[in-house]
């Protein structure tokens, strides 16, 4: 890897900050630290790069992916019911297939295809149900290499249960001997309700054991009656863990009658618990067994940010059984939220901004690394856009990703140009009419 220039210096920055105004200044980069911020720098820098009012901002946080699945669609074959369930059990054939050369490949792949799109922390689950814990060691040995370049957490998930085969709750404790980042779970895919408490209860235990993260696949089913996020709030609140936990997709949380909801949002306000919703997968795999009106499945983001939870975003999958879509761009996560969850006002727009950058780490527990801040680390993207607004309602290009001084990533936004002569274009010396798509 290339060492950074002694001295980067970014000119006219509008610099993003998660709750003020953004500020027109100049950010000066030394080494592999944010060195200055000020309205006009004046110091020479090595190399300079005009950002043209352009929004600078924090790197983009994906808080949620399965990088051992991704783009495997179509092996060994469709998912044609789109459900999770279908999705569960082709990858269960398609995880026997796994080497450490394939999960590390398609991993790293995709890694590059985010970082390319300014995400520089990245929270991966690897699947530990597997005998030979080849999605763990292959994660973590790519958690290892890229480290200079993007920031990678692993969760150790027992996608079939923590109880769901004898051996599943060694092979998780192992995923965590083996260094993995944080424990994961399934409750609500146990094979009865008191698993599934039992599982949520054996998580915080590991967790407090090995001092890790949590990170639980929470109540992701249409079923009203998937009440596992109740269990994993008391289980934060009496070890207040909260900061350190995240409950992943909580689709149920969508059905539960209010009664029930308002009462759990009380119990939220005891705890910092985090929240990752998943809009873009959850938008397709939830509902599927309903007919008319269909339910939307993602839980309930808006009422979690107006009550001052963190709730942050992931992609969950990128072409994989589960979700054969995607590009690994964050501004398509946020999209997605602001239509599902009917975020449309102007500061319910910024706020999803914000859940793929500053909440992400949050949830992630970088903060420490993590802002465009003096002394911190220098990690910042450049984008083709005037405002979050801007960013979200074009997917605006990120032209340049700068990861610990060091410009790692180029792209030249797409322009159009307009070919047919009218009134308003003469066909002689018709100028050339760049746009922006
Ligand atoms: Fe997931």
């Not at 992916?65 to 074959?77: F, M, Q």
């Amino acid at each position: 890897m290339t060492q950074p220039p002694a001295r980067l210096l970014l000119r006219n920055c509008c610099l993003l900050h998660p709750t003020e105004p953004p500020q027109q200044v100049d950010i000066a980069i030394d080494g592999d630290r944010i060195g200055a911020i000020a309205p006009h720098l004046d110091e020479p820098a090595e190399v300079e790069l005009n950002v043209r009012g352009q929004i600078v901002s924090p790197p983009f946080v994906e808080s949620h992916i399965h990088l051992d699945s991704a783009l495997t669609v179509g092996e060994p074959r469709w998912n044609e019911s789109g459900t999770l369930f279908e999705g569960i059990d082709i990858w269960r054939e398609r995880k026997q297939t796994l080497t450490l050369a394939d999960v590390k490949e398609r991993a790293i792949a995709t890694l590059k295809q985010q970082a390319m799109q300014g995400v520089l922390f990245v929270r991966t689950h690897a699947d530990v149900s597997e005998q030979t814990l080849t999605a763990l060691q292959g994660l973590l040995e790519v958690r290892d290499a890229v480290r200079d370049w993007i920031t990678v957490q692993v969760v150790a998930f027992p996608q079939d249960g923590v109880y769901g085969s004898p051996k599943n709750e060694e092979l998780l404790e192992e995923a965590l001997r083996l260094g993995a980042d944080a424990v994961g779970g399934i409750p609500h895919y146990e094979l009865t309700r008191e698993d599934g408490v039992r599982s949520v209860h054996r998580i915080f235990e590991l967790a407090a054991q090995y001092d890790r993260l949590i990170d639980i696949h929470c109540d992701e089913i249409d079923d009203d009656q998937a009440r596992f996020l109740e269990v994993m709030v008391a289980c934060a609140i009496r070890s207040g863990m909260g900061s350190r936990v995240a409950a992943s997709h909580t689709t149920a949380f969508h059905s539960y009658n209010n009664a029930y909801a308002f009462k759990l949002m009380g119990f939220l306000q005891r705890t910092d618990i985090n929240f990752i919703a998943n809009p873009l997968i959850n938008i397709t795999l939830q509902g599927r067994s309903d007919t008319y009106p269909k339910r939307r499945g993602v839980t309930r983001v808006k009422e979690l940010w107006q009550q001052g939870q963190n709730v942050s975003l992931g992609h969950d999958c990128v072409q994989d059984p589960w979700y054969g879509l995607g590009t690994g761009n964050m501004l398509d996560v946020a999209s997605m939220a602001i239509h599902v969850c009917q975020m449309t006002g102007s500061a319910e727009m910024d706020a999803c901004y914000n859940m793929v950058t500053w909440n992400g780490a949050k949830t992630l527990q970088v903060e420490d690394r993590y802002g465009i801040e003096v002394g911190k680390p220098a990690n910042l993207v450049v984008l083709d856009a005037d405002s979050r607004y801007d960013a979200l309602r074009r997917r605006a290009t990120v032209r340049h990703v700068i990861s610990q001084g060091r410009l790692i990533a180029q792209t030249e936004p797409p322009r159009s140009q307009w070919m047919v002569a009218d009134e308003s274009t003469p066909a002689l010396n018709m100028p050339s009419i760049l746009m922006q798509p």
